[in-house]
């Protein structure tokens, strides 16, 4: 899991091959982009560390080595965190201890950014726009996965909302 977003012509460029490549070189089961691919059309791409399920969060959940932490966070132009009810399965699948320990895995990427000089950003990685509209997605998804019938509350929340979420990181 990482984010592309296209910063000029050549990065919109370098995007549509890359998705091209996913879809029709290296597709097995879905679309997928292998990092060699991603770093040789890099130009113009402003990439990041995205959720859970990326390297990055995965790297610090699994407590792997600093220096190869170090390397996950050089690859990225801005770090990920996102609030921590996106994280709860977490606590519920007894990888983390409570929703502290989730609040501790932003910290640590927080604390990355500033050490490694790159920007954090706070998404709520939404997949519908209000809280109760996650009905109709738990309807679509529950018949995929085993825990498609889990509350996620990953809908898209107001500035306000997102400001109340993340307070615990302080007013900066």
Known sequence: HQILIARNNAGLKNLYKLISFGFLKY????????????????????????????????????NRPEAEIEEIVNFYDYLEIQPITNNRFLVEEHKVADDEGLRDLNRRIVALGEKYNKPVVATCDAHFVEDEDELYRKILISSKFKDGGRDTHIYLRTTEEMLEEFSYLGED
Not at 40 to 61: D, M, N, P, V
């Open 27 to 62: 597709y097995k089961r879905h679309p997928r982009i292998p990092k060699t691919e991603l770093e040789k059309h890099r130009e113009g791409l402003i990439i990041g560390s995205a959720c859970e399920s990326g390297e990055l969060f995965t790297a610090i959940l699994e």
